[in-house]
């Protein structure tokens, strides 16, 4: 990663766009109501961390947030565990999401490999919503009840989720591309009554008929009493047997005006899951209250997402950025739902839907916009990007060159933000700021409220130096707690076993004199060569760089009494041939960018590089087999999104040690 002196600007916000911020009209607000003389973006966050008691409550009282009883105090104990927020206070995050319709406007825009794009009007959402809400009363679903959801990124899903939320209900959902077993795993352990769930879905151009997995889950779930089937993919032909479960359609026929449950803050929303690269994933709880405001503050502060602004972000229903998008609505955005492949029928179809559909805020990931790189498109030549104003990334560090490619090959006045957080806190704490400038490479700031430090190796924080990245102060949307954790230590053992009251994320993070953010990767996966740390992303960043190179993954299996051995594992592009020329350049690239100790032992070739569901490089348990783990104890296949790429390694632990090549 670039030093310091070497950090390219590359944009910073004109005056117009500073001024009719969110967040220039919050600082005045604070100036006006508090008499607080914030004169910029660090002296807000250092005030928001200092006080975050008077933070929270202003958070709360700019938006407007409504509760049923009276609630004077925020936070009674700045302890983690156990922060209580608002003790006292009763509210619907539900109902917040319509606080801001406007009947005839779109709530939300949705396209698909089924369907073409269309819109569905705040008006249209409420009926459908208060219809669903209306059935699942009938269904005996009380506050606290469980509703599972097998289906992708729809508006049924949106409607179902929000017809839950309002009746105090606790959602929880899976992809369709999730197998079987995954979503046994995740929803036996929450105990469901109700199940949505499509028939099928198309990804690809390929149809995925989902009629036996849905009878399967049926089976497999005990709890279950109503199963609301959608008709999706509307396939030809019989199917399992299916007698008994409710079409969608039955569940709009009778509508009832929206109404909502006012709840406690921490009353349960949503259930989301860890990775669960091994053992069962863990269910992580998070409340109505800590959600809402943190979603508030974030995609209005520091997103800068207004009431009509058209948001998207390219997400399933099993990720945390699905809960993230639907927040849109509580700032009265439009949200924007596509399901399908990025790259059906090619590279450019998220980049056609952005045009259409008129984005402002373009979200995905940074492995979308390598790929985007790799396929050599031109987005801001081939399509009108006029109304878009900021694009968002996350899952993994976005690297410098794929910064500069956004304003060489997208759009060269837009916002680029890359943000950092976790399925944890279902948010981000590293993201952008629209008052602040862009440097390739770096995230724009810590987030207001989020007391982010990095810990050296002894626990000291540190500046300018790459450690640890730690909350020292609660938040939130902190996990209420996880399901099935009674006494709460699987909860501690999660994040605060390394530093006592302290949450450690488990990323490396350093923290510039700027106050700007670069992300070196997790910290469990950490190259570590003759004492000298560095995280695997700056050796992806180099490597990836090959035009040869599609992916890579890098291991340090040194250590613990072994023989250092750090292999690169490369996949080629298509025709491409791992010869000595490509390797001697691989080596050379590494030695010049980070370090001659970190040129790897051996480089090989795989097929393709083994990912959670989720898309994320498994770095630990690849290091598991490569020390000896059955692959069965190193990893959950069930939360893999290609299983069968383990072999390759497994079948490589066994001809190092029978001696084979």
């Known amino acids: 990663m670039p030093e310091e002196a070497d950090a390219v600007l590359l944009w910073d916000p004109p005056a117009a766009p500073r001024e009719q911020a969110n967040i220039t009209r919050y600082l005045d607000w604070l100036r006006r109501q508090r008499g607080l003389d914030l004169t910029d973006y660090d002296a807000l966050w250092r005030w928001s961390v200092a006080e975050p008691e008077a933070f929270w409550k202003s958070i709360w009282i700019f938006f407007g947030v409504q509760s049923s009883t009276a609630c004077e105090t925020v936070l009674p104990e700045r302890k983690m565990p156990g922060a209580r927020w608002f003790p006292g206070a009763r509210l619907n995050y539900a109902e917040h999401a319509f606080r801001r319709r406007r009947e005839d406007h779109p709530a939300l825009l949705y396209q698909s490999e089924l369907r073409p794009l269309a819109s569905m009007s705040w008006a249209e959402l409420a009926e459908q919503v208060g219809a669903v809400a209306a059935a699942l009363r009938r269904f005996g679903v009380r506050p606290g009840d469980r509703i599972a959801a097998y289906v992708p990124n729809i508006p049924e899903a949106v409607v179902a989720v929000l017809a839950a939320a309002s009746l105090g209900a606790i959602w929880s959902s899976c992809s369709p591309d999730f197998g079987t077993g995954a979503v046994v795993d995740r929803f036996r352990q929450i105990e469901p009554r109700v199940l949505f769930a499509v028939d099928g879905y198309r990804y690809g151009g390929k149809p995925f008929d989902r009629r036996s997995v849905v009878a399967e889950l049926r089976a497999a779930l005990p709890s279950l009493e109503k199963v609301v089937l959608i008709p999706y ?48 994933p863990k269910p992580i709880v998070h409340g109505h209250g800590g959600i809402l405001l943190e979603h508030l503050k974030v995609l209005a502060l520091h997103q800068d997402l207004k009431p009509g602004d058209r948001f998207f972000w390219y997400t399933t229903t099993g990720w945390m950025m699905w809960n993230y998008l639907l927040s849109g609505l509580l700032v009265g955005a439009t949200i924007l739902l596509y399901d399908g492949s990025t790259a059906y029928p090619d590279m450019n179809q998220l980049w056609r839907f952005a045009e259409a559909s008129g984005m402002n805020l373009f979200g995905t990931s940074a492995a979308y916009i390598a790929a985007c790189m790799k396929a050599g498109i031109e987005p801001g030549r081939n399509f009108d990007l006029s109304r878009l104003k900021n694009l968002s990334s996350t899952g993994s560090p976005l690297l410098p060159e794929a910064f500069r490619w956004v304003y060489e090959h997208v759009k060269p006045d837009v916002w680029l933000s890359s943000v950092s957080g976790g399925t944890d806190m279902c948010t981000a704490f590293v993201a952008g700021c629209p008052l602040l400038p862009v440097y390739a490479g770096e995230l724009q700031c810590r987030c207001l409220g989020a007391k982010v430090e990095v810990f050296d190796e002894a626990g000291r924080s540190v500046l300018d130096e790459v450690g640890e990245l730690v909350l020292t102060l609660p938040m939130p949307s902190m996990p209420v ?78 250590g613990l009494g072994r023989e250092d051995w750090m292999p690169l594992f490369v996949v080629l592009r298509e025709g491409a041939v791992l010869d000595e020329e490509v390797k001697q350049r691989i080596r050379s690239r590494i030695r010049a960018a980070l370090s001659p100790r970190h040129v790897p032992d051996e480089i090989l070739a795989v097929p393709q590089v083994p990912r959670t569901i989720n898309g994320k490089k498994m770095e630990v348990p690849v290091k598991k087999i490569l020390m000896g783990a059955p692959p069965e104890k190193a990893a959950n296949p069930d939360s893999m999104a290609n299983p069968d790429s383990l072999q390759f390694f497994v079948d490589l632990v066994r001809r190092r040690a029978s001696g084979a090549p």
Not at 247 to 257: I, R
Not at 502 to 516: A, L, M
Request: glycine share 12%; proline share 9%.
């Open 233 to 280: 993919l509307q396939p030809a032909g019989p199917g399992p047997d299916l007698s008994g479960v409710v079409p969608w359609p039955e569940l709009l026929a009778k509508g009832e005006p929206l109404s909502f449950e006012a709840v406690p803050f921490d009353h349960p929303l949503w259930i989301l899951y860890s990775s669960g690269t091994t053992g069962l």
């Open 481 to 558: 707690f996880f399901w099935n954790d009674a006494d709460g230590s699987r909860y501690r053992e999660s994040y605060f076993a390394a530093y006592p009251g302290v949450w450690r994320h488990g990323d490396w993070i350093k923290i510039t004199p700027r106050g700007t953010a670069v992300i070196y990767g997790r910290s469990d996966s950490t190259i570590n060569r003759q004492g000298v740390r560095m995280g695997t992303s700056e050796i992806y960043r180099v490597v990836e760089g090959l035009p040869e190179v599609m992916d890579s993954l890098v291991i340090d299996v040194g």
